[in-house]
């Protein structure tokens, strides 16, 4: 049996001869519809191995592990486990036959406590006082501290991810799912997850993981399997690929490189900041606290920041669906607009892009042109005498669509049938044809495939340079390298001063995140105490 | 002193319907699901509690009865709400409507019927203490069931695995789903439970409260029991609390009314509800994070397969 199904599946580099494989799909398919999710996917994943997986968004990498993970049931193909075929009947078989999963949107309850939340994740066969103490023997053993009568809505992502992974490690698995780990983690907490991986790997099991940052997973996995469309594109080994080449085994083709085009110039400063400060408007908000910058036209800053730090809150703030006491506190073009409202503020010259696509950037069961019009209507000329002007909408429509390669099936489709990435290039094209003098734009490509990505990055880099001052958010500090002038770090609602990007190294940005300050002064007493 | 153990009883009374409604609706909601047809599950209760009684002469009869016919009535709830993901506020209100107009027809036959009501506990020794005897020792079976009724909800809330899904369902229904929890049978039992609990409060009133049935007779108690739940910030012991105040309330202002004090019934009458809305405003200001309402309250859930 076992010698059959070897010369069934050749392994790829020959490394794993004698054992078969722990986990193995077989022309494994998901059919949503028409659309098929996954399209007949083979991979073999063996023990001691860090497998990476890999792919754009839509590639078909969150239905593949779903179904490995029993969360949905395959279409078509089948699942093989330590050599013998399994029917999943959903998540607590696949955890009790040693298949454990930490989710990229944790899949925790912040109104209960991080020992309910594990007992949760468990088959609930010991008691909970059992449960906790396990929990804190598990903890200490892989270096996760936790405290286990802590409610989830008072802790940090990255001690939210630890609960995840230490309920995920209390089963006992031999076969872990990361999904996108490292997306929300500053670089040093990333690196100490890496220690964490690597001694699980050591203990024999076998680690699935998927992630979009490459150089990672050249460092981390010894096998790459990289999906497109559905479909399987290769096996490889990343250690012996280049970033571009992965790149380009995930997008099949060549990525348009960004360029930074010459002669930008810095003039007056277009948006300032003084002293902001701002009580946080729900339950889980972040209190801003005395945020001051300044932004000259031709230039770009950048704001990195694990998620959750008040970035959210910033841009309610600068965007005006916060309005601050003090109008000084935010200056629009030289008049203090702090008072204003959107639309006041939009009519002084600037243009917002918030994070969240549907929902908050386009309304997504209206037309695209309605979307336009949404945040068009006070300074673009599409309303005339309190009536919409069709023709003008729809034509702001076609330009944003000609200038930014939106890819739709008709002309004036409901928004919420666009792409993550078409839709993103349509909503920053629709800001940017209105010629803004100020531009916030909160994660420009975040969940965008890299064509689009590079696009948008383009785009705000050709505004900067026509003149307008432009404000970067953004979790991915690898774009704001690319893109941005100067970067400045937001933690617990306060902004660092910003560094000029030459300067703003890794290791730099990485402690502003995680909460350090890079003045010699505090290191040295952060030492003492 | 006669006065003061007559009021007592009063209030007692008068908070068990409270009570136990509250508690079913409690339950629901910690489960992630807005039902606010609690009204309409009542009158249809009490009015197929007392076709019960009066037709096999069993109060006991008459509160299964009535149990019944409130867990039918949140069927209909969960295939709308839960089965067919419709809007649940839509929902209970029309569950509302319906049940008055249902627990009319049903009734209809027994407008002007009495029944021997609940018989009252009686030990002797005991009972015959003076003030507080009939108090403690002297009540109708529904008062000694509410009471347990409460202490069992939250033995299971806090103490069981199964309250602990529970709640997880109504913290985050995506993330439970996540985890092989099958969201919507576990709120379709809880929304069962509500509408049990909420037959059974209903019943309670021409079995117990008042010996015959007439049209309209819970007389907007369903909705103190939706807003108690809110009072008692989904825990408990704050319903207790909450149920006995509001029943306190309502008989202060009979009495109030009869000892010709000043201030308009209306105004009375709209305390508990000025009480309601005091203490969320003391809640939300005391707590500086997390929230008192289950998160995903009220919100529609579609597993995805």
């Not at chain 2, 007692?12 to 509250?22: D, H, R, V, Y």
């Not at chain 2, 867990?71 to 709830?77: D, Q, W, Y």
């Not at chain 2, 649940?88 to 027809?105: C, D, E, M, P």
Request: charged share 20%.
């Amino acid at each position: 049996m076992q010698a059959h199904q070897r010369m069934l599946d050749p392994t790829p580099n020959g490394l794993h001869s004698g054992e078969s494989p722990l986990l193995q799909t077989l022309g494994l398919t998901k059919r949503y519809g028409d659309f098929l999710a996954n399209d007949s996917i083979d991979i073999d994943i063996w023990p001691k191995e860090i497998h990476a997986l890999l792919g754009e968004n839509g590639a078909g990498k969150s239905t593949l592990v779903k179904a490995i993970y029993g969360l949905i049931q395959p279409s078509a193909g089948e699942i093989r486990w330590q050599g013998a075929r399994i029917v999943l009947s959903g998540p607590s078989e696949a955890r009790s036959r040693g298949i454990g999963m930490v989710f990229q949107h944790f899949s925790l309850f912040d109104n209960l406590t991080v020992a309910e939340n594990v007992a949760l994740g468990l088959d609930g066969r010991e008691s909970f006082k059992d449960m906790s103490a396990r929990l804190e023997q598990v903890s200490k053993t892989y270096g996760l501290p936790l405290d286990p009568k802590r409610e989830v809505w008072q802790l940090s992502v990255g001690e939210r991810q630890r609960i995840e992974i230490v309920r995920a490690l209390m089963q006992d698995p031999k076969f872990l799912i990361l999904d996108e780990p490292t997306a929300v983690l500053t670089p040093q907490e990333a690196d100490q997850l890496f220690i964490v991986l690597e001694r699980l790997k050591a203990e024999g099991r076998a680690i699935l993981y998927i992630s979009h940052k490459l150089e990672e997973v050249k460092r981390l996995c010894d096998t790459a399997t990289i999906l497109r469309g559905g479909k399987k594109v290769e096996t490889c080994n990343p250690r012996l690929e280049t970033a571009a080449s992965l790149a380009r085994m995930m997008v099949g083709g060549e990525i348009k490189e960004v360029k930074a085009p010459a002669g930008r110039q810095t003039t007056v400063p277009r948006l300032v900041v003084n002293d902001l400060s701002l009580a946080p408007s729900e339950a889980h908000g972040v209190r801003l606290e005395h945020i001051s910058f300044e932004l000259k036209g031709g230039e770009i800053l950048g704001i990195a920041g694990v998620a959750g730090n008040g970035q959210d809150e910033l841009f309610a703030a600068l965007s005006g669906e916060r309005l601050s006491r003090d109008p000084g506190t935010v200056v629009i073009e030289g008049i203090a607009a702090g008072h204003l409202s959107i639309t006041q503020r939009r009519k002084l010259g600037a243009a917002f892009v918030p994070e969240e696509r549907l929902g908050h950037g386009t309304a997504p069961r209206m037309r695209l042109s309605e979307n336009a019009l949404l945040t068009g209507h006070a300074a673009s000329g599409m309303v005339r005498r309190g009536f919409i002007d069709t023709a003008a909408t729809l034509k702001t429509v076609d330009r944003a669509t000609e200038t930014f390669d939106v890819r739709k099936a008709k002309r004036d489709p409901e928004a919420a049938s666009l792409s993550g990435g078409n839709l993103q290039k349509f909503i920053v094209g629709r800001e940017i044809l209105r010629n803004p003098a100020v531009l916030v734009v909160s994660q420009p490509t975040w969940g965008v495939d890299a064509g689009a990505a590079a696009v948008i990055r383009q785009a705000l880099l050709d505004l900067a340079t026509a003149g307008a001052a432009v404000l970067v958010t953004s979790q991915d500090l690898d774009e704001l390298a690319e893109i941005a002038d100067r970067i400045a770090v937001m933690f617990h609602g306060r902004l660092s001063a910003p560094l000029a990007t030459s300067e703003a190294t890794r290791e730099k940005l990485g402690l502003l995140m995680g909460g350090s300050s890079l003045e010699p002064k505090e290191a040295a007493h952060a030492v003492g105490a | 002193m006669e006065l003061v153990e007559a009021i007592i009883l009063a209030v007692l009374a008068a908070s068990t319907p409270l009570l136990i409604a509250a508690t079913g609706e409690l339950v629901t909601e910690r489960s992630g699901v807005l039902n606010l047809g609690v009204e309409g599950m009542m009158i249809v209760g009490a009015a197929c509690g007392f076709a019960g009684a009066w037709l096999t002469g069993s109060i006991l009869v008459g509160a299964l009865f009535g149990i019944v016919a409130g867990t039918l009535m949140s069927l209909v709830f969960a295939l709308m709400a839960l089965g067919l993901a419709v809007n649940q506020v839509a929902t209970g209100l029309a569950l509302t409507i319906l049940g008055i107009g249902l627990s009319g027809l049903i009734g209809a036959g027994f407008v002007g019927e009495r029944i021997t009501p609940a018989a009252h506990l009686y030990i002797p020794g005991l009972t015959d203490i003076p003030l507080i005897g009939r108090v403690l020792f002297g009540e109708d079976g529904f008062v000694y069931f509410s009471i347990a009724l409460i202490v069992g909800v939250w033995w299971f809330l806090y103490r069981t695995r199964a309250g602990l899904i529970l709640r997880a369902c109504g913290d985050n229904h995506v993330s439970a789903h996540a985890l092989g929890y099958p969201v919507l049978r576990i709120r379709t039992f809880a929304v069962m439970f509500g509408g049990a609990c909420a037959g059974l409060a209903g019943a309670y009133l021409p079995l117990a409260y008042t010996p015959f049935f007439i049209p309209g007779m819970t007389a907007g108690r369903g909705w103190i029991a939706l807003a108690l739940v809110v009072f008692a910030s989904w825990r408990p012991g704050r319903l207790v609390v909450g149920a006995y105040l509001f029943g306190a309330v309502t008989i202060l202002q009979l009495h109030a009314q009869g000892w010709g004090v000043g201030i308009p019934s209306q105004f009375m009458s709209a305390l508990p509800y000025l009480a309601t809305v005091i203490v969320l405003v003391l809640l939300s200001r005391a707590r500086t994070g997390g929230s008192t309402a289950p998160a995903a309250l009220g919100t529609v859930f579609v597993p995805d397969r």
